[in-house]
């Protein structure tokens, strides 16, 4: 097996690692009913998406 002649940098070391990282999901709240949903979706609890009724959410599944 090959083995590295020269040690590499911490900084080339450090921009391979760069994306290595895990981020939480972007959540905003609805503007109809004020959940916590994720970003570009239709929310679960009301069916609304940017200010219009996308969806019909039965009476059920509302709290």
Known sequence: ???PKRRHSSTRRDKRRAHDFIT???MTTCSHCGA???THRICPE???YRGKQAIEVSG???K
Do not use: D, K
Request: charge should be negative; aromatic fraction near 6%; include cysteine.
């Open 1 to 3: 097996m090959p083995n």
């Open 24 to 26: 939480a999901p972007q």
């Open 36 to 38: 916590t949903i994720l």
């Open 46 to 48: 009301c069916g609304y």
């Open 60 to 62: 059920a599944e509302i």
